[in-house]
């Protein structure tokens, strides 16, 4: 099924070397903001945000408004037609119409692609579910490109919620796509990696290695990118307890850390960071955060000038089959075709929204 329109659902979408622009563009917006400070004069962006946010929708509604543009949105839905009830399908169809790019955050896996299904202008997934967080990936490049001066070669420690965590399923999709990068997985046996990841980190040529403590990785890691445990996609507090505070990063511990370890954190933290690694110059985070001005600004530009159709579905439909996952856009939004992939052996299914796999 194609779009019209460009869409950033997942950056895999695109060859390597189209990000590299992005990143390369965001870098020059970084030496020089002014230049560009007409790019998007008349441009309308709409931020429909389903969940909470604070850098990633500040980041972009900064970034339109630094290219001479305007916003309009919400970022509680239960101000808005939402809390009637609308579809995604209703509520995208006309924002879109209002607007020239459509930047969506969603507590469901999959809803941005199911925005792009119906959106009249490109659509940006800004974070949905536990799935994907493409935008935070191109701040994590820049970052990278910025601070290690490169994006290949580069032994990276993620450690924390690896299963629920957006950021780092979407940076290991990326950067095992770049040269001889190798990943350090640490977490508990409860929160590893999903195995589609680690299959595509595998297919990709990469390696990685799954550890269960931070002292014995950190001393060889080029990159350590620490990630909150994700209170809001646990099935119970007592779950979500049972993990809490497992890992923390303080003064101590940084002190086994190579000296050019940089330490990353997609923000927000809550007590996985001691306050006291804030004032270490390896700790990353708080630039981060600001490059992601940057690169979202150069995102807007490259997506509202990109001419390119967007295959959305590539998949089939199975009869009565659905995807299995509660938490994916098509278990929620009736009117989306339960459309999946076969990867090659025909019993293992895996679905084009959420990338659930399926055993039929
Ligand atoms: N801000 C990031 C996200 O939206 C990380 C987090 O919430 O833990 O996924």
Known sequence: MNSAFPHLIDLNDYPVAWWKKVVELGERIKNDPAAFAHECDGKIMATLFYEPSTRTQMSFQTAMIRLGGQIIGFDNP?????????????TTKIVSS???????????????????LTA?????NAGDGGHLHPTQTLTDLLTLKI???KLSGLTIGMCGDLINGRTVHSLCKALSMLEDNKF???ST???????????????????????????????????????????????????????????????????????????????PRVDEITVDVDDDERAMYF????????????????MLSEKKQTELLKGKVYGG??????????NHEEYLPKSFRSSGDQTLLECEFCDERKLI
Do not use: W
Not at 321 to 330: E, L, M, Y
């Open 98 to 116: 209002y607007s020239d790019i459509l930047v969506i955050r969603h507590p469901v896996a999959g809803a941005a692609k199911a925005a792009a």
């Open 120 to 124: 009249d202008c490109p659509v940006i």
């Open 321 to 330: 089959v659905r995807c299995g996952n509660p938490r994916c856009i098509t």
């Open 184 to 186: 350090v997985f640490i």
């Open 78 to 90: 239960a101000n808005s037609s939402v809390a009637k009830g609308e579809t995604i399908k209703d």
């Open 189 to 267: 046996p409860e929160l590893r990696m999903p195995a589609y990841i680690k299959d595509i980190i595998k297919a990709n040529g990469s390696s990685f290695e799954e550890v269960d403590t931070l002292e014995e990785a950190i001393g060889r890691l080029d990159v350590l990118y620490m990630t909150r445990i994700q209170q809001e996609r646990f099935a119970s507090e007592a779950d979500y307890l049972a993990q809490k505070n497992t890992y923390v990063l303080d003064r101590a511990k940084m002190l086994g850390a190579k000296k050019d370890m940089i330490v990353m954190h997609p923000l």
């Open 147 to 149: 601070e290690k001066k």
């Open 287 to 302: 630039t981060q955060a600001k490059y992601g001005v940057f690169v979202r600004m150069a995102l807007i530009m490259t």
